[in-house]
């Protein structure tokens, strides 16, 4: 049942990252909606928080493009790439994406509305490592039973 749960929950949150990163990198999708995120971006580059420890001004532009290109590329690892621990490396990448979201949202004081998405698919990501790891837990643990029921037998 939980491996159902796991796989459903990575293919849907792949497919989403997909559509989202390609709603910042063109206007595919929707030319209104790309335009108010070349808008959005420009904000949220100047609250990137290492831009004063490393005292560098993000271009809002490549900002966007990397966190889009970053959506993709994690969203493709998770909805079709069958490793898991490639699965665990793009639903990390993906947790702190959404962490720098609901950080540029809040610092630059976004209304609860704009910071509610990057909330719930923040805890989505959250629900799908823990489900991965009871699985591997479970399996870990199921898997030495066995072998001390072997030991067990040849003794």
């Not at 790309?34 to 949220?44: I, N, S, T």
């Not at 490793?83 to 994406?97: D, S």
Request: net charge positive; aromatic share 10%.
């Amino acid at each position: 049942m939980g491996s159902v749960v796991l796989k459903s929950l990575s293919v849907l949150l792949g497919i989403f990252f997909i559509f989202v990163g390609t709603m910042k990198l063109t206007s595919i999708v929707s030319k209104d909606l790309h335009k108010d995120l070349r808008k959005e971006y420009v904000k949220y580059a100047k609250v990137f928080p290492l831009t004063e420890m490393l005292d560098f001004k993000v271009p809002a532009k490549w900002y966007r493009r990397v966190i889009g290109s970053l959506e993709i590329v994690c969203g493709l690892a998770m909805a079709f790439i069958p490793i898991n621990a490639v699965k665990q490396g793009a639903n990390i990448v993906l947790l702190l994406l959404m962490m720098m979201a609901v950080y540029s949202h809040y610092m630059v004081n976004d209304k609860f509305e704009r910071i509610a998405p990057a909330l719930v698919f923040f805890f989505m990501l959250m629900g799908r490592m823990v489900i991965d790891w009871q699985l591997r837990r479970k399996l870990e643990t199921t898997a030495g039973t066995n072998g001390d029921l072997k030991q067990k037998k040849q003794d």
